[in-house]
């Protein structure tokens, strides 16, 4: 409860993003979702907290910075600014935006660790182990997948340092109860995939049970970009002591510059993917039980957003970028499409095709439609403004059975975090009042003047439907259902309090026609369109070696004096005195002749003999180093160097190249 307000309160936080590239659909998606989560609460009447952030530090961001020659804290300050646009850009409506850099975090960091370690514990070993750079995640031996990194597939390298450690076993059992015995984890059948592959509890000869479950490295030597512990100079403090402590200094906690925790902790939902389960699901408890405090209420784990079959990740390079996205459907439109898609614990494929349909099919056809051809009609019949006449009749109940039934609904799917159920039920509504229509067919009662009440009451109950299906939806699309609003004549009565009642506009109601909310989307164009995009947007494979600047164009007359020719190397040896200078012995079909080349540092000389070559032969004689040169050996500028260009053993000697 806010002291201050006294309403009830709700604290709902995203995964603190890396900075170590730019934001894809896949960040764009939980962020998405936790916002519309605190728009509907903020709607329901609760103060909320909503968080998001970026987790800045590590040994990657220290790489990357490096390799683009700035400060670590200058290469993230960059990436940070694009998170925060597409944050604005998508209408997302943070409450606070953490840094891991920002000087409480740190501090709080520090005062957590000591804390730990005061208590016992985390505690001073080494850590030999397999580390994957990309995750900065250390694995053991079982965890890893083919010998790779279990998250992301890649490599992993044996690494060993001095480092601390976090005891988990005083945790185990507690975390044990946490995951299977309460609905902390949402969804809860992953609770055994976590217990068997992590905590692994087993029960000893004597009948004890005992867990398998590993101390966790705390802190590192091997790079500095973090935050310091305090007591031993040289140690930063390790990734998810930092990382996962967000949820909690970013209230204030052991920091003076926020005074919120008393007032919204614990969370109400930590949301995340499924590859920071693990963390979120037992460091964090974890560190949470260590420092007695209370544990958050629910972690509510989402699938991948894939693409192509892989993972969208910004290390694959396959990456739908958010921005394109939104200019060409609209921010409520993608918004709206990855919300339908991804169910809570399953994976969602990203396709363009199904994107486009789904904007079309429930969008453009569904909603769209419905708000213009009910206000186009009573634009038609009634100049704009309904009469106050009404008169009931078949398929009226149906529908505002459906309509009232739905706020009830939908709120227990937010409240269970299940946001494409919820939105699956408000376009149940939609095709019920577009059914509607069908069935009490408005066009022919409006050619009969004696059906004029009953024509306005099916336009005003199809305008209390869209009013309680835009209210409910506003938390998911906030851009476009303010304009539903207008459209329908619901500015000042579309409130959460409303969305169960029905009869709520007035009688007389006065509507006013506007844009298309949804334009329709040709399929095909827009599929090909896209596919050009994401195939310009792909990283192009860097050249091998810088390629060489192109010299001027000469005429066809100035090449065919150039004579070029083949010979065979019979002797190669170098110039003494000479670096550079290899002197070859030619046979070139009419004698031998001499050529030096300047490719001695390429070249041991006798790799050349017996093969053939091509060369200039009417270049004008020089003299290098005493010997006379007829004519110059081609070799092509490579990667490395100089290479001869051979030429196919079956052409003979003096054959001329055309
Ligand atoms: O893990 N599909 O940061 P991160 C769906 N800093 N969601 C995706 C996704 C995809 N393809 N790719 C990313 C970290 N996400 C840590 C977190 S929290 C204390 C520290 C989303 O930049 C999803 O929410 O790798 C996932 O959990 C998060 O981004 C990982 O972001």
Redesign the pocket.
């Known amino acids: 409860m806010c002291k201050e307000c006294e309403k009830k309160t709700f604290y709902i936080t ?5 900075p ?1 590239g730019n934001p ?4 764009t ?2 962020t998405v979702a936790c916002d519309s989560i605190a728009r509907y609460k903020r709607m329901q009447g609760y103060d909320v907290m909503f968080l998001t952030g ?2 800045e530090h590590g040994q990657k961001i220290e790489q990357k910075a490096k390799e683009q020659g700035v400060t670590p804290k200058q290469y993230v300050d960059e990436i940070v600014a694009i998170f925060k646009k597409l944050w604005e850009y998508m209408n997302i409506n943070y409450d606070r935006y953490i840094r891991t850099t920002d000087d409480y975090h740190v501090e709080s960091v520090q005062k957590i660790f000591k804390a730990l370690y005061d208590k016992g514990y985390i505690y001073k070993g080494e850590y030999k182990g397999k580390y994957c750079t990309p995750c900065e995640s250390f694995w053991t031996e079982s965890q890893l997948v083919d010998g790779k990194c279990p998250d992301c597939g890649r490599e992993v390298i044996e690494a060993a340092e001095e480092a601390y450690f976090m005891k988990m076993a005083p945790f185990a059992e507690r975390i044990e109860k946490l995951l299977t015995e309460t609905d902390y984890l949402r969804p809860k059948t992953r609770a055994v995939e976590l217990v068997n592959n992590f905590l692994q509890p087993s029960v000893d000869e004597n009948g004890n049970k005992t867990y398998g479950l590993e101390d966790l490295c705390v802190s590192r030597t091997s790079f500095s970009w973090g935050v310091p512990v305090t007591f031993d100079p040289g140690h930063v403090v390790y ?2 002591i930092d ?2 402590s ?2 909690i200094t970013a209230l204030g906690y052991e920091n003076g510059a926020f005074d919120d925790y008393k007032t919204y902790w614990p969370a109400d939902v930590h ?6 389960m693990r ?2 699901a037992i460091i ?1 408890p974890a560190m949470l039980m260590g420092l007695e405090q209370p544990l958050p209420k629910h972690l509510a784990v ?5 693409f192509n079959g892989q ?4 290390s694959l390079g396959n990456v739908v970028d958010p921005f394109i996205l939104g200019e060409r459907y609209g921010v409520d439109a993608i918004r709206y499409h990855i919300m339908r898609e ?1 169910a809570l614990g399953a994976d ?1 494929s990203f396709s363009n095709e199904i994107m486009i349909n789904r904007i079309n099919t429930d969008l453009a056809n569904g909603l769209g439609n419905l708000v213009s051809r009910t206000v186009a009609m009573i634009d038609k019949y009634f100049g704009g403004t309904l009469p106050a006449e009404r008169e009931e009749g078949d398929f009226d109940a149906d529908l505002i059975a459906v309509a009232t039934a739905l706020k009830a609904k939908v709120d227990n799917y937010v409240e269970n975090t299940q946001l494409n159920l919820a939105l699956e039920e408000i376009f149940k509504l939609v095709s019920r009042a577009n059914k509607y229509i069908d069935e009490t067919t408005p066009w022919i009662l409006g050619k009969d003047e004696s059906k004029k009440a009953r024509l306005a009451t099916v336009l005003y109950n199809l305008l209390e439907s869209i009013r309680i299906a835009s209210t409910l939806l506003s938390a998911f699309m906030p851009g476009t259902m303010p304009k539903v609003f207008e459209q329908i004549g619901a500015v000042d009565c579309a409130t959460y309090e409303n969305a169960d009642k029905f009869g709520v506009l007035p009688l007389d109601v006065t509507v006013k026609r506007g844009e298309a909310l949804f334009p329709r989307i040709d399929v095909e164009k827009e599929i090909e369109e896209l596919n050009t995009i994401i195939k310009n947007n792909e990283p192009k494979p860097e050249p091998a070696f810088e390629l060489p600047e192109h010299k001027a164009e000469i005429a066809f007359d100035d090449f065919e004096k150039v004579e070029l020719r083949v010979a065979k190397v019979l002797a190669c040896e170098k110039v003494k005195k000479s670096k550079k200078l290899l002197k070859f012995t030619l046979d070139d079909g009419e004698g031998e002749r001499i050529i030096l080349s300047g490719i001695a540092e390429y070249y041991d000389p006798e790799e050349l003999v017996g093969k053939n070559i091509a060369y200039v032969a009417n270049l004008a004689p020089r003299k290098m180093m005493g010997i006379e040169s007829r004519g110059m050996i081609l070799s092509a500028e490579s990667g490395d160097g100089l290479k001869v260009v051979t030429i196919d053993d079956s052409i003979l000697p003096g054959g001329s190249l055309v």
Request: hydrophobic share 40%; no cysteine.
């Open positions: 995203t995964p603190i993003y890396y170590s894809h659909i896949g960040h998606y939980t970026t987790d990734v998810w990382a996962l967000n949820y949301m995340v993917a499924k590859d920071i963390f979120h964090w989402h699938g991948w957003i894939t993972k969208m990740s910004k991804m969602s």
